[in-house]
C-alpha cells in the first residue's frame, strides 16, 4: 500500500523536478568584495560536458546495495504490534536498488532521469516516510476508509501485474489467432454513388412533390445500377443522376476506404463483404438510393495486423485471468437488504488501458 501511495507521490513531482530552477546564487557572494580572491576561470565547454559525463560513470558505478538515502526518525513500513512511539530512534536505509525500483514505477523508460529529478524524487519519498509514520500514530489502518483503499490497491496492483505478465504475446500465438480469424482482416476499398430522395435546396416543396422526387430518384437509382453493373465509371453515374434530378449541389465524393470488415452497418457489411471485387450492391434508404461498388478487396497480411492481434490476445488472458478469479468466489446477499436480483452478476474489473 505504501507503495502506491508513493506512486502517486512521486509522480506529482516529477513536473517540479524537470522544471525546478537551477540553484540561485547566495546573496552573500553576490557582494563579496572585489578584494576577495578572484573566481576561477569560467569552464571551457569540454571541461562541462566532461564533468556530467564523470558524474554519470560515477553514478553508474555505485553498486546496487550501495546505500543512497538515510532517513532519521521515520521507520517505514513495520508489525502493527511495534510501538510507533519509537520513530525518533528509527533509522532508514534505503538501497540504490531499492529507489531505482521506485524510479521506475513514476518515471517512462525513454525519460532520462537526471540527479535534479532523483533528488526531487528523493525528497518526496522521505516526506511520504515522514506522513506514513504520522499516519500510523494516528491509527489510521484502523479505518474503514484505509480497508477500502487497501483493497482497490491491491486490486489494481494486481492488474498491472497481469498486465506486464501478459503484454508480450508469443509469435505463434499471434500466427494462430491471425489463421483461424482470416475472415475478420479483409479490407476493401470502394466507390459509393449516393442518389438523395429529397432536393435539400426546396424545403418547402409540397408533400406531392417530394413523392414525385423521391419516385424519380428511385428509377434512377435503378439506372444506375444496372449501369453500374456494366462497368460504367462511379463519378460519371453521381454526376449523370444529379443532372436527370436537375441538383445543383455538388455531389459527394464516391471514394471511400479502405474500410475494414466489421466498419459498416451490420446487414451492409455482410453484403458488401460477400462480393466479390468488381461487384455491386444497392441499399434503399428512407432518404438516399445508395449504390456500392466494390473497387479492391484483399486479406491484410499478419505484419498489417499484428499490433491488432496483440491487443486482442492481451485482453482475452487478462479477462479470462481476471474471470479465473472472480469466478472462484461466491457470495450470498441478504434479499431484504438488496432487494432482489434483477440483472446478472457484474462483469470483472475492466483491465487498466482495456476498451470494453
Known amino acids: 500500500m505504501l507503495k502506491l501511495a508513493m506512486i502517486g507521490l512521486l509522480a506529482a513531482g516529477t513536473a517540479v523536478a524537470q522544471t525546478a530552477s537551477p540553484t540561485q546564487t547566495p546573496a552573500a557572494a553576490q557582494s563579496t568584495p572585489k578584494s576577495a580572491t578572484p573566481a576561477s576561470p569560467a569552464a571551457k565547454p569540454s571541461e562541462g560536458k566532461e564533468t556530467k559525463k ?15 538515502i538515510i532517513v532519521h526518525g521515520a521507520c517505514g513500513p513495520r508489525p502493527a504490534a511495534k510501538s510507533a512511539a519509537a520513530n525518533s530512534s528509527c533509522v532508514t536505509h534505503v538501497s540504490k ?28 519519498y522521505v516526506e511520504l516516510l515522514a506522513i506514513a509514520d504520522a499516519a500510523e500514530k494516528a491509527g489510521v489502518e484502523k479505518s474503514p476508509e484505509f480497508a477500502l483503499l487497501r483493497l482497490r ?62 419516385k424519380k430518384a428511385t428509377e434512377i437509382g435503378n439506372e444506375m ?80 495486423v499484428k499490433e491488432e492481434v496483440v491487443r486482442t490476445l492481451h485482453r482475452q488472458k487478462m479477462e479470462e485471468a481476471l474471470k479465473g478469479v472472480t469466478s472462484s468466489v461466491k457470495a450470498d446477499y441478504n434479499d431484504t437488504y438488496f432487494g432482489p436480483a434483477t440483472s446478472p452478476t457484474a462483469a470483472p474489473p475492466t483491465p487498466p488501458g482495456a476498451k470494453r
Not at 187 to 205: F, N
Open 54 to 68: 564523470g558524474a554519470a560513470s560515477a553514478e553508474a558505478a555505485l553498486p546496487a546495495t550501495a546505500t543512497v
Open 97 to 124: 536498488k531499492q529507489f531505482d525500483t521506485l524510479l521506475n514505477l513514476v518515471i517512462p523508460p525513454n525519460q532520462p532521469q537526471t540527479p535534479q529529478m532523483r533528488r526531487t524524487l528523493a525528497q518526496r
Open 153 to 214: 490497491g491491491l486490486a489494481e496492483a494486481y492488474q498491472r501485474q497481469l498486465d506486464e505478465k501478459y503484454k508480450n504475446v508469443p509469435q505463434p500465438e499471434i500466427d494462430a489467432y491471425y489463421n483461424q480469424h482470416k475472415d475478420e482482416f479483409i479490407s476493401a476499398t470502394l466507390r459509393r454513388l449516393y442518389i438523395p430522395k429529397a432536393d435539400a435546396a426546396k424545403p418547402k416543396a409540397t408533400d406531392a412533390e417530394k413523392a414525385d422526387f423521391a
Open 225 to 304: 445500377q444496372e449501369r453500374a453493373k456494366k462497368g460504367e465509371d462511379m463519378d460519371a453515374l453521381e454526376k449523370d443522376a444529379y443532372s436527370k434530378l436537375g441538383l445543383s449541389t455538388t455531389p459527394p465524393s464516391t471514394q471511400i476506404g479502405p474500410v475494414r470488415k466489421g466498419a459498416l452497418p451490420a446487414a451492409t457489411d455482410k453484403a458488401i463483404f460477400d462480393l466479390p471485387q468488381g461487384g455491386v450492391y444497392r441499399d434503399d434508404q428512407p432518404t438516399a438510393v445508395i449504390i456500392y461498388k466494390v473497387d479492391k478487396k484483399e486479406t491484410l497480411a499478419t505484419d498489417k
